[in-house]
């Protein structure tokens, strides 16, 4: 029972019929065989980064700072305006509200704080775009005025720009690099099998494996990802690779993923967390906690939740492929990402449209998100197949993704995720050369 659940064939065939055990192997090869044909096919694509940069209208490429801090004024402004308008929320409804009082009340005062806390959110998701875009270069053509303003941002919802800006270049020098990528590596077929020592086993299957199909159980780690994921992934690597040393994190300038040369922009990250932490604590110390969480705590929180979830949907997905060395290039690498929209108005207006485009900003992190739009509508026509996007809703999506992809196969050079019963939904056909040799190659004799 263990080995065959732990296996998760994707077809399993009965018979009645009694046969010889050269027979079944034959009858399942053939099986296997009909049920890999039945998957969708994918060709690894062979453009150039030339082909890819030559697509997108030149004017894409220019990067304006007085564009940019429109859009830094218009984040801001926002958020006071939000924030203004919150403080008449808990004396005008509640219990005893002076416009509205009693259940309907309390039923308007939460429904209120709800909204303040759905648009700060997102607009602070916006205000944390726009810090990435500093850390891509993208703001402006100063490095300096790019790094400050970056800082600045990222600081304002507790990123550490320097450490983050840094573990991201590699990201994206390595996307969808089994062995390179810095964050939503794929698990292998092994590590989700290897035993640990450590895990609960009932007739040789551990806890994990006899409730990874029950909805709640998934349900339960899905919101484990979505609200400890980003911190976890700041303090431990997680979701990262595994060959990093246990502790490794964003923080101390002695982690692996920092070289001697980045001491102090760590020290200076750190510092700008610092300053923002205890403006925090003075706010919290003055108006008090529960007036922090409201302002702050919580839309800080559903800025953590929407960046795990953006980020997670942008690189991982059942029809997107991963690749090992030998097969991974940067164009395939920049391509291994989906475009997505996130709930109508939210991602264009207020998350400065990165779902949307994100794969112009793999291709080319420097252009400015107000040029992606343009970018991604000439790549779109460019790539033709090799385009990915849905409108698929986002919280469907994630929870159909994270149902999906458990793990990819430990030795293919091109792999797509599984899922728990070891099924995928894309092949790897690679396109037939012709014989240089004169006479046709039957493949089937």
């Known amino acids: 029972m263990a080995s065959t659940l732990r296996q998760r064939l994707p077809i399993e065939v009965k018979s009645s019929i009694p046969q010889d055990d050269d027979s079944q192997s034959s009858s399942s090869s053939n099986i296997y065989d009909d049920y890999e044909q039945s998957l969708k096919p994918f060709t690894p694509p062979t453009f150039t980064i030339k082909d890819l940069l030559g697509a997108i209208p030149a004017h894409c490429y220019e990067r304006s700072a007085l564009k940019s801090f429109s859009y830094v004024f218009g984040d801001f402004t926002m958020l006071a305006i939000f924030y203004y308008l919150a403080t008449f929320i808990d004396p005008s409804f509640g219990k005893n509200g002076n416009i509205l009082a009693g259940t309907q009340g309390i039923l308007a005062k939460w429904s209120l704080w709800t909204l303040y806390w759905a ?13 990435h875009e500093c850390g891509h270069q993208a703001f402006s053509t100063s490095k300096t005025l790019n790094n400050t303003m970056g800082l600045i941002l990222h600081s304002f919802v507790l990123v550490p720009y320097h450490a983050w800006r840094i573990s991201h270049s590699k990201h994206h020098a390595a996307t969808g690099h089994m062995t390179r990528d810095e964050v939503f590596v794929p698990a292998v077929r092994s590590e989700k099998t290897k035993p640990t020592g450590k895990k609960v086993v009932i007739d040789g299957l551990s806890w994990d494996e006899l409730l ?32 990093y040393p246990p502790f490794t994190n964003h923080f101390l300038p002695s982690s692996k993923l920092f070289d001697d040369r980045h001491r102090n922009q760590i020290l200076l990250s750190d510092l700008g967390l610092t300053v923002m932490i205890s403006g925090i604590y003075m706010f919290a110390k003055t108006y008090g906690f529960g007036a922090m969480m409201k302002y702050y705590g919580i839309p800080y929180l559903l800025v953590n939740h929407w960046l795990v979830m953006l980020t997670f949907l942008q690189h991982t997905d059942p029809n997107m492929p991963h690749y090992r060395a030998s097969e991974w290039t940067f164009p395939r690498g920049a391509l291994c990402t989906i475009d997505r929209n996130l709930l109508g108005f939210v991602g264009p207006y207020l998350t400065h449209g990165i779902c ?3 794969i112009a900003h793999h291709i080319h992190s420097k252009i400015p998100h107000y040029h992606a739009w343009e970018a991604t509508a000439a790549l779109k026509e460019f790539l033709g197949e090799y385009y990915s996007y849905t409108d698929e809703n986002m919280f469907v999506s994630l929870w159909k993704v994270f149902r999906t992809c458990r793990f990819v196969e430990d030795d293919d050079q091109v792999v797509f995720y599984k899922d728990a019963y070891g099924r995928a939904q894309r092949r790897v056909v690679y396109p037939q050369v012709a014989s240089d040799s004169g006479v046709d190659v039957d493949a089937s004799s």
């Open 119 to 131: 648009f700060a959110g997102w607009v602070g998701t916006g205000v944390w775009i726009l810090g």
């Open 212 to 243: 990874e199909d029950s909805p709640i159980y998934s349900l339960f780690w899905l919101v484990v990802q979505q609200v400890f994921g980003w911190p976890a992934y700041l303090v431990y690597n997680v979701s990262g690779q595994t060959w």
């Open 356 to 358: 949307e485009t994100h």
